[in-house]
């Protein structure tokens, strides 16, 4: 809890910083007043409004795809996606840091699951060799890695999955908005139903809503419709939601400076981390690990982060594997230089404050 406490955030996925705009905080005043506060239904009962079916529209225009259908979460939607497209006969090749909510999908669907080592194609392309020909194959991978921040190889992955006759399926949760050209993330309008036949984005990140959507063909989102549990048993999104996602959706295409003043954050950020001489992980989106190693030693530098006006996140095992502890620095459009400033100068003090004999 931030509570009162004036405090520089280095932790949340405001990549944009859309969050708090004042015209995505009137588009959800707005909304509300047009439809109410919630659409008091699930989305096949009478929970579907304009404004979810303009949104999903606008959706499957930004990734170029023929449909999208909304989610009430990203964890949800993947939840949906797996359990419609899999049962106990299908084999799944997933990446070994892919996000939970990708994992648990192919175990409660009763999948086959294989996990092939992070970004490694000649490893994934080996599963896919040994995997009986009348197995039905399903290939899932993060777009960006949530606590790596790089980003997957999607044209490599879905070579792989054609030369092996699998599906691919990607969770874009931390690119959508930031990457590609209009902010369609790393896999959008370059990579079509093709090539990614399954693309899931979240809309609480970069758009600074909340929610999530999967794009694909007609006969897949009418599938989903028909049989996704998660989408068909839950209430449908308040509709101020959708009307701010709207809006945000409106600012990524008219502004495409925040995209840009994001990156050269990115950049400025690295060098001089770099120069500081921090064990940086290798990425180039806003997500910016710290590598630390020890548990212990990154509660400790997170708090006294915190103590200087910092927050940031401490990120240990299970979330990521044991001797792998990292602060997760993530950077946003709003930030000033004097904020990232501010932040480096901390993180120098830290470490040269455990350097002295």
Known sequence: MHGRMLIDDFAGNDYLGLASDPRLVQATAEGARRYGAGACASQLVSGYLEVHQELEARLAALVGRPRALLFS??????LGVLQVLCDRSTAVFQDRLNHASLLDGARLAGARTRRFHHGDLDDLAHLLARCPSDTPRLVVSDGVFSMDGDVADIAG????????????????AHGLGVLGEHGDGCAG???????????????????????????????????LIQFARPYIYTTAEPPGVSAATLGALDILEQEPERRARLKAHIARFRAQAKAIGLPLLPSSTPIQPVLLGDSTRVQRWAAR???????VGAIRAPTVPRGQARLRITLSAVHREEQIDRLLDALASLKAREERP
């Open 157 to 172: 992955l879905s070579e792989v999955c054609r030369r092996h006759d699998a599906w691919l399926m990607v969770d874009d």
């Open 305 to 311: 982060l915190r103590a200087q006006g910092v927050l």
């Open 73 to 78: 979460s990203g964890y949800l939607a993947n």
């Open 189 to 223: 309008r370059r990579h079509g139903c093709d090539q990614v036949p399954v693309l899931v984005g979240t809309l609480g990140k970069a758009l600074g809503t909340g929610g999530a959507f999967v794009a694909g063909s007609e006969l897949l989102i009418e599938h």
